[in-house]
Nanobody, 119 residues
Framework: QVQLVESGGGLVQAGGSLRLSCAAS????????MGWFRQAPGKEREFVAR????????DYADFVKGRFTISRDNAKNTVYLQMNSLKPEDTAVYYC????????????WGQGTQVTVSS
């Protein structure tokens, strides 16, 4: 079972940037597609971005395209989410999760990291 720990959240003004990290233990990440999700107060958790095991393919929710970039360093067992041009509506708890190449659901949900964007 993979264990994931998110970090890098904080308070930032609109237009600012943050870089989130997701560190894995228990399993090497090279067999997993990695995803970032977020959940704002009173809302359902939603997909933000994902990256395949090789890093060759990425996918983004429309509301972050052009602003967020997902990347991974399999040697460090870490996935990143670079968030630029942040907006108040990006305020949420951000989670990472892992989808095994032979699996059908994401696993390893951590505690998340809070991102707050002030206007």
């Amino acid at each position: 079972q993979v264990q994931l720990v998110e970090s890098g959240g904080g308070l930032v003004q609109a237009g600012g940037s943050l870089r989130l990290s997701c560190a894995a233990s228990g399993r090497a990440l090279y067999s997993y597609t990695m995803g970032w999700f977020r959940q704002a107060p009173g809302k359902e958790r939603e997909f933000v971005a994902r990256i395949t095991w090789s890093g060759g393919n990425t996918d983004y929710a429309d509301f972050v395209k052009g602003r967020f970039t997902i990347s991974r360093d399999n040697a460090k067992n870490t996935v990143y989410l670079q968030m630029n041009s942040l907006k108040p509506e990006d305020t949420a708890v951000y989670y990472c999760a892992a989808l095994h190449v032979f699996g059908n659901e994401y696993q390893g949900w951590g505690q998340g990291t809070q991102v707050t964007v002030s206007s």
